[in-house]
C-alpha cells in the first residue's frame, strides 16, 4: 500500500492507461491542481489487492468508462462488452434455439466459463438452469463507473475461472443527487438483399422488402439517488432500473427470412415439412428392410406423391431473431464510517428478467413407426401404392415420418431469472501501514424453464394407429397424418406437451485480508514493501430439478432428454501478495517494481491447486513504463461439467458422408460407419442439425493456464499516451468436447479408434439425425491443449481546438494464435483459429479495433463519431460455398451526439451501423443463428437511440 510521491507520474500513469478515458484524466488533474496535495488518493485496481496511487500496473488492463458506456446507447451490458475487441459473443439475445436466456461473456473467446466476472473486485454469482457463468443482466448498466479488463489469469487474486482473464464492474457507489434516465431504443433496415431474394423467389417464399421501420424497440427507466448521512459520517446509493424489449422474429428481415443450406446456395430448410415427409421401407415382423426405401409425401388426390419428397419447410420466419425480453433491477451501495479502524459496508441488488424464446413449430421429427397395411389411416389409394412398391402379398410397413404442426403454432420456452445478491463486511485501518477487510457475499439465482407447444412423444405411437401401440381409444384423438392437410386444430391441440424446468445456484463466499506496508525496504529503493495476506472459503451450489417430461425426453423438438442435475462444491483457500520496490530515482529506471502471487485452493471435488503470478513494473521514466508478468491459473470443473446426465441433444454443422457425392471416398466413409450400399444414399438434413450424445465427466481434473505477457505504456509528448502488450495464455487439461463435425472428419481422414469410436450410425440408413438411432458422441473430457497468442494496442489523444476539446482514441487486438489441440499426439487434429472460420472456429478476425473522435465544448455539446473494424476471416473448408474464402472485412460506423442543456437536463441521441451494413451471410452450417454469426458483428442494421436524463 505503499505512496508514489511524485504526483506527476501518478496523473500520467492514470491516463496511460490501457483506454482510461481522458475525461477521467481532466478530473484527476483538476483535483490535483485544487488540492495541491502530494498524496494521491489509494486505489484497488483489478489485478491485485494491494492498493495503488495510479491505475497503471504490471499486467494489462482495459478501461470502459461510464461515459464510453453512455454514448454506445447500449442498455445491454453485453452488447457494449461484445462491442470490445477482446470480446466474443457467448450468450445474447440474438439467440433463441437453445438459449439460455442469460447474457455472458467470452474473453478471447476462450469461453465465458474461462471469463471471471466481478461487481467491485467479488464475484458475481453463476447465472441459471443452462449456465454455470454469470449472467450480467443482473448489473445496471446506468449505475457503471467503469469496467476493467484484466487479460490473463487472476487466479492468484481471485481464485480459480479467471483463465482468460477478468472483468470488473466497478460501481458508481458515491452517486450524489437524484437521476431519472429515460430511453428508448430500435433497429431499422432496408431489406434489399438481392441474392436471398433470388433463391426465396426460386422456392416461391415470402419475404420483406423497402425499410423495416423502426422495430425491436426497447424502452429502459433508470433511476439513481445517493446522499450522505450521518453528519457525512454514512453515504448511501439507490438504483431501479426497468426494460422492456420487444420481440423480432427472423421474418422481418429478408437476410434471415430462409434458413440457408450448409453450402449457403438455396433455402434449405426442414425435412420436417407441413405436407409430411415419408420414408417408407417394406418390413417383416417389425423389421423394415432398408434397402427398399422410398421418399414419398402426400398427393391432394388422396395418394401419395410417388415424386419424391416435398420441398423443405421454411422454418425461419417463425424463429426469434431478437427475443422479447422484460427485466428489473434494484438495490443499494451503503457504507458508514464508525471510525477509522471500523467502516461497515454493504451491498444488495436485485434482479428479474422473464424472456422467451420462440423457434419454428414443432412435429413428429422422423420417429419411426411400423404399420399394418389396413391401417384405416390409410387410404385405399395409398394402400394400393404401397402394395405397388413393395409386393402384394406385404402385411406392413416401415416408416420415418417428418410432419411439422404448423396447425399449432411456434415453440416457446418462457425463461425466468430472479437473483438476488448480498455483500456484508467492514474495513478499517488497524494503524497507518496495515488495513482489513472482511465480508460475507451470498448470491442465489432462482431460474425457471416452461417449454410449450411442443409435440409430447408418447401421445404419437397411439394416434397414428402404429403397431404396438395402445388404441387410439378415451380421449386419445386421431392425428390423420396420411389425410393432405387433414389436420385440425384439436388434433394439433391435443399432441401439444409442457415441460418444466426449476432450479437454483448459490454461491457463498467469506472472505478476509489484510494489507500494507512492511516495515521494510531494500537498500536500492525508498519504497517499502507492500504486502496482502488473506483466506476465502467458497461454497457453490446447483440445483436443475426436471419434470417427467423434461427427464425422459418426451417432447419431440427437443432433440433427447434434459435431466434434473445436482451438485456443488467447496474451495478453502489462502492467498497473499508481495510489492517488492527494488530499484528507484537510478539512470533509466524511475521505479523497478517486482509483484508476486500465490494462492493455494483446497477443492473437495478435485484437491489441492496452487496458482501464482510474477510480474515485473518497470517505470524507465515518467513517461515510458514497460511491464511484464508472468501468471500460473487454474479452472476447477464446474457442476453441469462433472454432473450432467449424458444423453441425446443436437450439433449444427454438417455430415461429410452424407449426400449424393460426399466429401469423403468410400473407404473414408467407412472408417465412420458408412457401408458400401450407403455411401452416396444418406440423406444430408437440410437444417444442418445433427444427433449427438452429450454429458459430464465426474472424474475431469483442473484445468492449468500459463499465461504471460509483456508490455510498454508511454506518454510520449503531451495529450497522447498509447499501450502496446504482446499476450500468450496456454490452456492444457482442457475441460470440453471434440467437435462432432471435427470427429467425422479426423476419423475419416485417420481411421484412429480415438474418433470412430465416438460415431454410431443408424442401422441401415446410416443416418445421423432421422430417428434417435445415429449420433456422435461427445460427453466431457480433459483434452490436450489449447493456445492463443495475440497484441493488444491502445492509445489516447488529446488536443484543444477552438473552443473546446478534441479526442481521439483507439483499442485494437491482433490475434496471432489460436490453436487447439484436440488430443495429444494426433497433430492432424490439431487446428489454428485465428483468422478462420469453420464448423470448429468462430469468426476469429486477426485485426479487430475501435477508433472513436469526439468533440466537446465541455459546457454544452459533444459529438463523436467511432469506427469498429473486423478484419477478413478466411474460411477453411469445402461446405460452405456462399462463404467461398472467408468473410471480408466489415467497418460500421456510429454516431452520438450528448447536450448538456442546463445543470438538470441532458439528451442523448445517437445511430450505430449508420450506413445500415448487413451482418455477412454464411451457410447454414456456419450460422449462430438467422444466417449469420449473430451478436458478433451488427446483426439487425441500423441501432437508433435517444435518452432524457434529468438531474435534480
Not at 185 to 193: L, M, P, V
Not at 498 to 510: F, K, M, P, R, Y
Not at 857 to 880: L, P, Q
Request: charged content about 20%; glycine content about 10%; overall charge negative.
Amino acid at each position: 500500500m505503499y505512496t508514489n510521491n511524485k504526483l506527476s507520474k501518478a496523473v500520467r500513469l492514470a491516463i496511460a492507461f490501457g483506454a482510461a478515458s481522458t475525461t477521467a484524466f481532466t478530473a484527476s488533474v483538476n483535483a490535483a491542481e485544487e488540492e495541491e496535495v502530494a498524496k494521491v488518493e489509494r486505489i484497488e485496481v483489478t489485478g491485485s489487492r494491494i492498493k495503488r496511487t495510479d491505475l497503471e500496473t504490471s499486467s494489462p488492463i482495459q478501461i470502459t468508462s461510464a461515459e464510453e458506456i453512455k454514448l454506445s446507447g447500449f442498455t445491454r451490458i453485453e452488447d457494449l462488452m461484445n462491442s470490445l475487441p477482446q470480446v466474443e459473443a457467448a450468450e445474447t439475445s440474438f439467440l433463441a434455439n437453445g438459449a439460455a436466456g442469460t447474457a455472458t461473456l467470452d474473453l478471447r473467446g476462450m469461453g465465458a466459463q474461462r471469463t471471471l466476472v466481478l461487481v467491485n473486485g467479488r464475484r458475481l454469482q453463476p447465472g441459471g438452469i443452462y449456465t454455470q457463468s454469470a449472467d450480467v443482466n443482473q448489473i445496471p448498466a446506468s449505475l457503471v463507473q467503469r469496467v476493467e479488463v484484466l487479460t490473463g489469469g487472476g487466479s492468484a487474486t481471485y481464485g480459480a475461472d479467471a483463465v482468460a482473464g477478468v472483468v470488473n464492474f466497478v460501481m458508481n457507489d458515491d452517486f450524489e443527487g437524484f437521476e431519472v434516465t429515460v430511453g428508448g431504443s430500435g433497429y431499422q433496415h432496408d431489406n434489399d438483399n438481392k441474392y436471398i431474394q433470388g433463391l426465396m423467389d426460386q422456392r416461391d417464399y415470402d419475404y420483406p422488402t423497402g425499410s423495416s421501420g423502426i422495430d425491436g424497440k426497447t424502452i429502459n427507466i433508470d433511476l439513481t439517488m445517493g446522499g450522505d448521512f450521518a453528519n457525512g459520517k454514512g453515504h448511501a446509493t439507490a438504483y431501479a432500473t426497468w426494460r422492456q424489449v420487444d420481440e423480432l422474429r427472423q421474418g422481418a428481415r429478408d437476410y434471415s427470412s430462409c434458413a440457408l443450406n450448409a453450402a449457403g446456395t438455396a433455402c434449405g430448410g426442414s425435412p420436417t415439412t407441413p405436407i409430411p415427409n415419408f420414408y417408407f421401407y417394406s418390413s417383416e415382423d417389425g423389421t423394415p428392410d432398408f434397402g427398399s426405401e422410398v421418399n414419398w409425401t402426400l398427393d391432394p388426390n388422396g395418394g401419395f406423391d410417388t415424386s419424391g419428397g416435398p420441398t423443405p419447410y421454411n422454418y425461419a420466419p417463425v424463429n426469434h431473431f431478437m427475443r422479447p425480453d422484460e427485466r428489473y433491477t434494484f438495490g443499494a451501495f451503503v457504507d458508514y464510517e464508525i471510525n477509522e479502524h471500523a467502516r461497515p459496508y454493504m451491498e444488495v441488488g436485485y434482479m428479474h428478467d422473464r424472456t422467451v424464446a420462440q423457434i419454428a413449430e414443432s412435429g413428429i421429427f422422423f420417429d419411426f413407426f411400423t404399420f399394418d397395411i389396413n391401417n384405416e389411416l390409410f387410404s385405399d389409394l395409398q394402400r394400393q401404392q404401397l402394395r405397388d412398391a413393395f409386393g402384394a402379398d406385404i402385411t406392413e410397413v416401415g416408416a420415418y415420418i417428418g410432419k411439422r404442426n404448423v396447425e399449432g403454432g411456434g415453440r416457446q420456452d418462457t425463461l425466468e431469472h430472479s437473483s438476488y445478491r448480498i455483500v456484508a463486511g467492514v474495513e478499517g485501518d488497524i494503524n497507518d501501514s496495515w488495513s482489513y477487510d472482511v465480508s460475507f457475499q451470498y448470491g442465489s439465482t432462482a431460474s425457471n424453464s416452461v417449454y410449450k407447444n411442443d409435440f409430447y412423444k408418447p401421445r404419437i405411437a397411439s394416434a397414428v394407429g402404429a403397431i404396438g401401440a395402445a388404441p387410439c381409444e378415451a380421449g386419445c384423438v386421431p392425428y390423420p397424418v396420411f389425410t393432405y392437410q387433414g389436420i385440425s386444430p384439436e388434433a394439433a391441440a391435443s399432441m401439444g406437451g409442457t415441460a418444466i424446468l426449476t432450479g437454483n445456484t448459490s454461491q457463498t463466499i467469506v472472505n478476509a485480508f489484510v494489507s500494507g506496508e512492511l516495515d521494510m525496504t531494500l537498500p536500492t529503493s525508498s519504497m517499502p514493501l507492500a504486502a496482502v495476506f488473506g483466506v476465502e472459503n467458497r461454497e457453490v451450489d446447483f440445483e436443475r430439478l426436471a419434470d417427467e417430461v423434461f427427464a425422459l425426453g418426451d417432447l419431440a423438438g427437443q432433440g433427447g432428454p434434459t435431466p434434473s442435475l445436482v451438485g456443488g462444491y467447496n474451495v478453502r483457500e489462502i492467498f497473499g501478495e508481495l510489492s517488492v520496490p527494488l530499484l528507484d530515482d537510478a539512470p533509466a529506471v524511475e521505479n523497478l517494481i517486482l509483484d508476486l502471487g500465490y494462492r493455494y485452493s483446497d477443492y473437495n471435488t478435485s484437491g489441492g491447486e496452487s496458482t501464482y503470478k510474477v510480474a515485473l513494473d518497470w517505470s524507465v521514466t515518467t513517461d515510458w513504463k514497460l511491464r511484464a508478468s508472468y501468471n500460473r491459473a487454474v479452472r476447477a470443473p464446474n457442476v453441469a461439467e462433472l454432473f450432467a446426465n449424458q444423453n441425446l441433444g443436437l450439433w449444427q454443422g454438417a455430415d461429410p458422408c452424407a449426400g449424393a457425392t460426399p466429401e469423403y471416398t468410400a473407404a473414408q466413409c467407412a472408417n465412420t460407419g458408412v457401408t458400401a450400399d450407403q455411401y452416396g444414399n444418406i440423406t444430408a438434413n437440410p437444417a444442418s442439425q445433427y444427433n449427438g450424445f452429450f454429458g459430464g465427466n465426474p472424474e475431469l481434473q483442473p484445468e492449468i493456464a500459463d499465461t504471460m505477457s509483456f508490455g510498454v505504456v508511454a506518454n510520449p509528448f503531451e495529450g497522447f499516451n498509447f499501450s502496446v502488450d504482446y499476450w500468450d495464455i496456454q490452456l492444457d487439461e482442457v475441460i470440453g468436447t471434440i467437435g462432432s463435425e471435427l470427429t467425422l472428419r479426423q476419423c475419416a481422414e485417420t481411421g484412429l479408434d480415438s474418433f470412430c469410436n465416438n460415431i454410431t450410425r443408424a442401422p441401415g440408413t446410416g443416418s445421423l439425425w432421422r430417428g434417435e438411432e445415429g449420433f456422435v458422441t461427445a460427453t466431457n473430457i480433459n483434452l490436450a491443449s489449447r493456445h492463443w497468442r495475440g497484441v493488444d494496442v491502445s492509445s489516447n489523444y488529446e488536443t484543444d481546438l477552438g473552443e473546446g476539446k478534441l479526442t481521439v482514441k483507439l483499442i485494437g487486438t491482433y490475434n496471432l494464435k489460436k490453436e487447439y489441440e484436440p488430443l495429444p499426439g494426433v497433430a492432424s487434429a490439431t487446428y489454428d483459429c485465428s483468422g478462420e472460420i469453420n464448423a470448429d472456429c468462430f469468426a476469429q478476425p486477426k485485426w479487430r479495433h475501435s477508433m472513436t473522435v469526439s468533440y466537446t465544448t465541455g459546457d454544452f455539446w459533444t459529438a463523436s463519431a467511432k469506427w469498429r473494424y473486423f478484419g477478413k476471416v478466411d474460411y477453411d473448408g469445402a461446405t460452405d460455398v456462399l462463404v467461398g474464402d472467408g468473410i471480408s472485412s466489415q467497418s460500421y460506423l456510429d454516431l452520438t451526439a450528448a447536450f448538456d442543456v442546463n445543470d438538470h437536463l441532458a439528451l442523448l441521441v445517437g445511430v450505430n451501423n449508420v450506413l445500415d451494413k448487413e451482418p455477412p451471410m454464411v451457410g447454414g452450417g456456419l450460422a449462430s443463428n438467422a444466417n449469420t454469426v449473430a451478436g458478433f458483428y451488427d446483426t439487425l442494421g441500423r441501432y437508433i437511440h435517444a435518452s432524457v436524463t434529468m438531474r435534480f
